[in-house]
């Protein structure tokens, strides 16, 4: 039984030692989902609801960046919870889309999913602080 929590010790402390924000999976995640994102509103003239989006999903990435750099557990905590609330704002702006047929079935699920799954990460890596 010892054994295992102290390996599981040791795998739990690998997972934080990051070195950049950029050794981050959510934040390398964010920024493809920022990529998807503008290419499928590239060509909506609602430049009200596609700046909305664009700055929602621009936020999860920049929010990761910006608390892991704050170099404290509490604020990259706070960022990190700041980077899920964007998380779920770009998830409800993509119904918002499908609904108005901005954006195919396809592109928001690809784009749905790729938001659910970021959230995830950050709820584990929230946890894992």
Not at 48 to 69: D, K, T
Not at 79 to 85: N, V
Not at 120 to 128: D, N, T, V
Request: proline letters at 0%.
């Amino acid at each position: 039984m010892k054994f295992k929590v102290i390996k599981f010790i040791k795998y739990k402390e690998n997972i934080m030692k990051f070195e950049r924000f950029e050794d981050i999976i959510a934040w390398q995640k964010s920024k493809e989902l920022v990529i998807s994102a503008y290419a499928c509103f590239k060509e909506c003239i609602d430049y009200s609801f596609r700046n909305q989006i664009q700055r929602a999903v621009i936020s999860i990435m920049n929010n990761i960046a910006e608390g892991f750099e704050r170099k404290t557990n509490k604020e990259f905590i706070r960022f990190l919870y700041m980077a899920k609330g964007s998380c779920g704002e770009a998830r409800s702006m993509l119904y918002l889309a499908l609904e108005l047929k901005y954006i195919s079935r396809e592109d928001f699920e690809k784009n749905y999913n790729m938001a659910l799954e970021i959230s995830k990460i950050l709820s584990g890596l929230i946890k894992s602080l």
